[in-house]
């Protein structure tokens, strides 16, 4: 590796590691509450382990969900159901502890004007965008989150590497130059679920011979940086057929640096699934996104990490720094001026802004929060009767790149 350039890693897990499957039960927990009323509170955590799902939490809702339906439904998605993997939709054991919320949160949240609810609780969040990929993510981190999800795409297509079991991680690092572009791949390390008499140089063949291309083909960049030389690590202990829930406890908000940015930007602590968006460790970090993207993308800088921080019970924020790294067309405080002018950071005006009081959630619980697709789906639900209904959800809203033209026009651009 030459003078001044440096190495940079991060990693990612499939659906169905443990603490994932975790993750995606309590949005899909979320998720079932928003789609009857969407005026839900709800603050959820998941834990899974052998056989077994402990779900706890508050909860301020006129509806009622059918719990153990969709834990089981969840999980059968995810790809547990066989007996063999010691934790399966079918036979696992739910428990349930959901209480009301505290009022004395909630008297602080709910207000008379929905645009003047204060925030769900104190602390900081972060958003960060780079011009570093398309999506405008960390190269390291886009390239982890495509290594898991393509491989679980595979095994659940069930053509090829048909032996995969749900449980996935991957990581990736990255050499950059003094100027922190990349240069080329240092180590791929892909640990994989797999049934029992495997044996590791298959496994690590298949990744070689048949993920590798299939991440090739997603992106040119992807394909231009896998022709070099690096090292690939598959399965480094040489067995991984115990995994899931059975071979690791998991919990919800144990993978926050998976769900954000991988390293590069910084993260407040608060977790996101299980959460509606009254939380302001959620709803708060998306619009630091939203802002961080919007920005990078109207040339504003290169990079930016956006923090905002509040008081429970307080609509306004308390602070917001921004951080261009030297990267801004001005100083860092010219641009947060002109982010408190075109941006309102009240909890309900982000609520408002980004559509966060739909059933939007479970998706955002794998593969990361951030730099996803913006699309509108139909997705079913089960109420409190048993009946499967459909509603209409725009994803991933803080994705979009609705605030260029505002921004340009701002600074002049």
């Known amino acids: 590796m030459k003078k001044n350039h440096y190495l940079f890693t991060s990693e990612s897990v499939s659906e169905g590691h443990p603490d994932k499957v975790a993750d995606q039960i309590s949005d899909a927990i979320l998720d079932n509450f928003l789609a009857q009323d969407s005026h839900a509170h709800v603050a959820c955590e998941t834990m899974v382990t052998t056989g077994q799902v402990v779900l706890a939490g508050e909860v301020k809702a006129r509806?009622?969900?059918d719990v153990p339906s969709v834990i089981r439904d969840t999980i059968r998605r995810i790809g547990y159901t066989r007996s063999e993997y010691k934790f399966d939709a079918e036979s696992c054991g739910v428990l349930q502890a959901l209480h009301e919320q505290s009022q004395d949160i909630d008297r602080g949240v709910s207000r008379g004007a929905k645009i003047s609810q204060g925030?769900?609780?104190?602390?900081?969040?972060?958003?960060?965008?780079?011009?570093?990929?398309?999506?405008?993510?960390?190269?390291?981190?886009?390239?982890a989150h495509t290594l898991v999800y393509t491989l679980a795409r595979i095994r659940k297509e069930g053509k090829q590497m048909t032996y995969l079991r749900p449980d996935a991680k991957s990581q990736v690092t990255i050499e950059y130059d003094e100027q922190n572009r990349p240069v080329r791949i240092d180590t791929i390390v892909v640990s994989t679920q797999h049934d029992e008499g495997v044996s590791q140089s298959r496994i690590a063949d298949d990744i070689r011979h048949i993920l590798l291309p299939e991440v090739a083909r997603r992106d040119m960049r992807y394909a231009e940086l896998l022709k070099g030389d690096f090292r690939l690590l598959v399965n480094p202990t040489g067995n991984f057929v115990i995994?899931?829930?059975?071979?690791d406890t998991g919990l919800t908000g144990r993978k926050i640096i998976v769900d954000t940015y991988g390293g590069r930007g910084a993260h407040g602590g608060g977790a996101f699934s299980g959460k509606d968006p009254s939380k302001v460790d959620r709803s708060a970090a998306y619009?630091?996104?939203?802002?961080?993207?919007?920005?990078?993308a109207a040339g504003v800088a290169k990079q930016m990490l956006v923090q905002v921080s509040y008081a429970i019970g307080v609509a306004r924020p308390v602070s917001l720094n921004v951080q261009t790294f030297g990267t801004g067309i001005v100083s860092d405080n010219e641009i947060a001026q002109k982010i408190n002018q075109l941006f309102d950071l009240r909890p309900g005006a982000i609520e408002r802004d980004l559509k966060l009081r739909q059933p939007m959630y479970e998706e955002t619980a794998s593969y990361g929060h951030f730099g996803r697709k913006n699309e509108c789906v139909r997705k079913s639900f089960i109420n409190g009767s048993g009946r499967v209904?459909?509603?209409?959800?725009e994803l991933f809203t803080w994705e979009k790149l609705d605030r260029v033209d505002a921004i340009k026009k701002a600074f002049n651009l």
């Open 63 to 65: 509806c009622y969900v």
């Open 243 to 247: 995994g899931g829930p059975h071979g």
């Open 287 to 296: 619009a630091a996104r939203w802002i961080a993207k919007n920005m990078v």
């Open 389 to 393: 209904f459909e509603k209409d959800v």
């Open 119 to 143: 925030a769900g609780d104190q602390g900081m969040m972060f958003g960060y965008a780079t011009m570093e990929t398309e999506s405008f993510m960390p190269l390291t981190l886009d390239m």
